[in-house]
């Protein structure tokens, strides 16, 4: 049996057995040629394989192993960072468009198969596109959601503009949420990107703008008058409610506000500082997505 003649299905066990043996980088060729022979079926199963085998992840093994055990009991199995589905429609499965710009901006986030969270963001975007005003995302690290979205909605050519707010240089030391301190320095700290870096990601799209400062402080000297969308991932509690003391009441009737790390046990201090400030507004409260995201659209 030589490479030429293997099947699709072939071609991914072995990589399988090279995932459990520690080869990542040859598992991640394999699949790759598997997924060029596979037939759509078969495709997402692969694909599922590959966001593993090329995901910068100290976990993707493990994983691995997950996601074989869920294939026995279930089809449609889909594992990421913190999510495993299976026996679900995937919305995103015969979206070859969309799997190839998650492949392609993957790279840009050390975790891996985004796509349901990926998939929420685009729906929020969408959402927002009718709605009066512009979109704001508070922490942009490499760019990975925002390029992901803008790409794959051609937002170049949309009448909205899009803010983009990061330090650049990691959370402030005295906004670091306890607990969760030391994981955030090592993987979004000052070095691991840099704003000149991210400019250049965006520039094809005349109406993003990159700003470099610190939340809340920098809203004050550039921030749009109405929002329709607000992408909340700052890491960190202090920050976050003081963007929404800032923000909230710019945003529209309709506006979306997603919250990237709401229910993930990591970002608690978030969770609960988030839940109090919509409670004592009298406002419903955020809606917890299983992606570890929350969702809110404000009605009036
Ligand atoms: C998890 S990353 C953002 C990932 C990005 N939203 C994505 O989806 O690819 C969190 C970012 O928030 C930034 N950040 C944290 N606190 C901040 C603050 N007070 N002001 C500005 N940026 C901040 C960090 O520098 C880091 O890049």
């Known amino acids: 049996m030589t490479i030429k ?9 072995m990589g399988d057995g090279l995932m459990r043996a520690g080869d990542i980088p040859t598992a991640a060729n394999l699949y790759l040629v598997a997924l060029r022979r596979a037939t759509p079926r078969q495709r997402q199963t692969i694909l599922v394989r590959l966001g593993l085998a090329t995901a910068n992840h100290r976990r993707r093994v493990q994983l691995h192993d997950i996601l074989q055990s869920l294939e026995a009991i279930g089809q449609n199995v889909f594992i990421g960072e913190g999510l495993a589905t299976w026996q679900k429609t995937l919305p995103f499965l015969d979206d070859d468009r969309f799997n190839a710009l ?6 840009l986030l050390p975790l891996a198969n985004w796509h349901w969270n990926l998939q929420t963001v685009l729906w929020a975007v969408k959402q927002g596109r009718a709605v009066e005003g512009d979109f704001v995302e508070l922490g942009v690290f490499k760019g990975h959601t925002t390029i992901f979205v803008a790409e794959y909605l051609e937002f170049a050519g949309w009448d909205k503009r899009w ?10 030391d005295d906004q670091l949420d306890p607990g969760w301190a030391a994981s955030n320095k090592a993987t979004y700290g000052a070095g691991t990107f840099s704003f000149e870096e991210v400019q250049e990601r965006f520039a094809a799209f005349p109406n993003i703008q990159v ?3 610190r939340v809340p402080e920098v809203l004050g000297e550039v921030s749009p008058e109405r929002i329709a969308f607000l992408h909340v991932d700052l890491n960190n509690s202090t920050a976050e409610i003081a963007a929404l003391d800032a923000l909230y009441d710019r945003i529209s009737p309709g506006g979306v506000i997603v919250f990237d ?3 993930w046990l990591s970002a608690k201090a978030q969770h609960d500082a988030e839940n109090r400030w919509f409670a ?4 419903q409260q955020i809606l917890a997505l299983p992606t570890g995201q929350g969702l809110f659209i404000k009605t009036a």
């Open 5 to 13: 003649d293997t099947s699709a299905m072939h071609l991914m066990h």
């Open 102 to 107: 998650a492949g392609k901006h993957a790279h």
């Open 261 to 263: 790390d709401y229910c």
């Open 211 to 213: 700003i470099k400062g």
């Open 280 to 283: 004592d507004r009298g406002l």
């Open 163 to 172: 803010f983009l707010y990061d330090t650049f240089e990691g959370i402030p």
